[in-house]
């Protein structure tokens, strides 16, 4: 079946701008996570849902960011107030049963 | 919380040759460690992974190896192809898939 989608695939966002990304997980996969990537480094933890429960959100980097997942399926990270240090590409991915974990193609954002 | 390391940042090999990728990690409670394949502009990508009870596993040209003691582990790609050029993360949890600490990356490039 289909891989987990994202979109937009880039948005450019003016500072102090509030926005929006959303993941497709793929369908029937329990566990949800986003991650942030910035540029030349690895993927940082944000969050975590099993089903629509977000089981951990220790890694979201403050209050302006808040991720949700009220159907246990699609889910939306947004970010309010966007910074310049926000601009990063935001992957999501998705599992179930401990198989292997499925990344989206990301979200490249960019603060101007 | 886990920090996990990655030497050496850039490695290039002749087409044919071995490369070899070490990983550090902090936590002695981290039990999975999966390594990943990034292309530019795609999604990471699972190319292997190993859980603690067990030090190595190998999958055609890719093999990881796992030395709990000194907390290191290790990526080996033999007979390398120029598609094997990407970056390559390694990441380390306590609990499965569940916040991956990853790695800063690796760069391979194969030289035809």
């Known amino acids: 079946g289909a891989g987990v989608s994202q979109s937009p695939r880039y948005k450019v966002a003016k500072r102090g701008q509030d926005v929006a990304l959303r993941c497709d997980p793929i369908?029937?996969?329990?566990?949800l996570f986003w991650y942030q990537q910035a540029l030349g480094q690895g993927p940082e933890f944000l969050t975590y849902?099993?089903?629509?429960?977000?089981?951990?959100k220790s890694g979201l980097p403050s209050d302006r960011f808040f991720a949700e997942r009220p159907e246990g399926s699609v889910s939306t990270l947004k970010i309010q107030r966007t910074q310049q240090e926000d601009s990063a590409v935001y992957l999501c991915?998705?599992?179930?049963?401990?198989?292997?974990?499925?990344f989206g193609n990301g979200t490249r954002l960019t603060v101007t | 919380g886990e920090n996990v390391e990655q030497h050496p940042s850039t490695l290039s090999v002749q087409e044919g040759d071995s490369a070899v990728i070490k990983c550090t990690y902090s936590?002695?409670?981290?039990?999975?460690f999966p390594w990943y394949k990034q292309e530019l502009g795609k999604r990471p990508q699972l190319i292997i992974d190993?859980?603690?009870?067990?030090g190595e596993k190998k999958d055609q040209r890719i093999a990881v190896t796992l030395n709990k003691t000194a907390k290191h582990f290790s990526l080996h790609i033999t007979e390398t192809q120029p598609e094997d050029s990407a970056v390559y993360f390694c990441?380390?949890?306590?609990?499965?898939?569940?916040?991956?600490?990853f790695g800063k990356g690796n760069q391979v490039v194969v030289i035809p």
């Open positions: 936590d002695s409670a981290s039990n999975y």
């Open positions: 990441a380390a949890s306590r609990d499965g898939n569940n916040r991956l600490a």
């Open positions: 991915a998705s599992t179930s049963n401990n198989s292997p974990l499925h």
């Open positions: 190993i859980r603690s009870n067990v």
């Open positions: 369908s029937g996969h329990v566990s």
């Open positions: 849902f099993q089903n629509e429960a977000q089981l951990d």
